[in-house]
C-alpha cells in the first residue's frame, strides 16, 4: 500500500474541508465524480475528488488548495497519468495529490462549461444556491430530504451535517450533464465511459426513485424516453442527441437575431 493511502483517506471529513476551502477562496464548487456517486447511493470506487468551478475563480483555487498541507503538487508532470494525452476527455483544469507529489489519490478541478455546458454556474451566495435555487439546480450534499440515507452495499448518502459546505448537482442535472458527455465523446472513443454512467444513474439513482425525468430539459428527455423504452442503440440515441441540440441551439441564435 503506498504512503499516501496509508495516511490519507478519501472520507466525507476531506470533502467537506476541501469544499470548504475553495468556498472560501470566493469560488462556489460543485462536487462531481465518483464521489458525487457515492452520495446518491451509487456504490464506487473513490480514488479522487472532484470539483466543478468556474474557470475565471481557477487563479483563487488554485492559490488556496496550494496553502492545504494534505496536498502537493507533481513531483513530474510529464510521468503524471493526468497530463497523459490517452486520459479520458475533458481535460481537468488543474489537479494535486493527496498526501505526497507521487500519490494515485488526486484532487480534481473541472470547468464548468465543460462539464455542466449551459447550466448557470452558482455564484450566489451558497446558503441561497441550497436553499433558495427555485429550480433545484444544486442541493446540499447532506439535504437527507433528497438523498439517501446510508445502506449496506450501496454508497455512503447523504453527508452529516456542520464541517463545512458541500453542494451537489440534482439527479436531472448530473443525467443531463452524462449525456451530453456521452454524445461529445462518441467518436473519441470514451463515449461508452459515461453511458455507463448513465446506467448507473439508471439503476441505482432512478431505481431508487431519486430522480424526477420532468426536470429533463430537451433534448436529454427524449435521450431519457428513447434510452429506457430501447427504441435505438446507445450510439443512435446519441447521434439524435446531438443533432437535436445542434438544431435547439440554431433555433436560439435564429430567434436572438
Known amino acids: 500500500m503506498s504512503e499516501a493511502a496509508t495516511y490519507f483517506k478519501i472520507d466525507q471529513a476531506l470533502v467537506k474541508s476541501l469544499s470548504q476551502t475553495l468556498i472560501d477562496s470566493g469560488v462556489t464548487p460543485i462536487l462531481w465524480g465518483d464521489y458525487l456517486l457515492t452520495i446518491y447511493g451509487v456504490p464506487s470506487i473513490v480514488g479522487c475528488l472532484d470539483f466543478i468551478i468556474p474557470k475565471e475563480g481557477l487563479p483563487g483555487a488554485i492559490s488556496a488548495l496550494k496553502k492545504m498541507e494534505k496536498l502537493c503538487m507533481c513531483s513530474d508532470i510529464r510521468a503524471c497519468s493526468v497530463a497523459r494525452e490517452e486520459r479520458l476527455p475533458p481535460i481537468p483544469l488543474f489537479h494535486m495529490h493527496l498526501g505526497t507529489p507521487a500519490s494515485k489519490l488526486y484532487?480534481?478541478?473541472?470547468?464548468?462549461?465543460?462539464?455542466?455546458?449551459?447550466?448557470?454556474?452558482?455564484?450566489?451566495?451558497?446558503?441561497?444556491?441550497?436553499?433558495?435555487?427555485?429550480?433545484?439546480?444544486?442541493?446540499s450534499a447532506s439535504d437527507k430530504s433528497v438523498l439517501p440515507e446510508p445502506r449496506p452495499g450501496r454508497g455512503r448518502g447523504a453527508l452529516s451535517e456542520g464541517g463545512g459546505q458541500v453542494i451537489v448537482p440534482s439527479s436531472h442535472i448530473m443525467l443531463e450533464a452524462y449525456i451530453r458527455l456521452s454524445a461529445a465523446h462518441l467518436d473519441g472513443g470514451h463515449g461508452p465511459f459515461y453511458l455507463s454512467m448513465i446506467t448507473y444513474v439508471e439503476e441505482y439513482i432512478a431505481g431508487d426513485g431519486l430522480l424526477d425525468e420532468k426536470l429533463l430539459s430537451e433534448p436529454a428527455q427524449t435521450f431519457w424516453q428513447g434510452w429506457q423504452q430501447g427504441e435505438l442503440s446507445m450510439w443512435g440515441l446519441c447521434r439524435r442527441f446531438t443533432s437535436d441540440l445542434e438544431a435547439s441551439q440554431l433555433l436560439t441564435i435564429h430567434q436572438s437575431q
Open 107 to 139: 484532487v480534481y478541478l473541472w470547468s464548468h462549461s465543460e462539464i455542466l455546458g449551459s447550466v448557470p454556474e452558482a455564484k450566489i451566495p451558497v446558503r441561497t444556491a441550497i436553499e433558495k435555487n427555485p429550480t433545484r439546480l444544486y442541493i
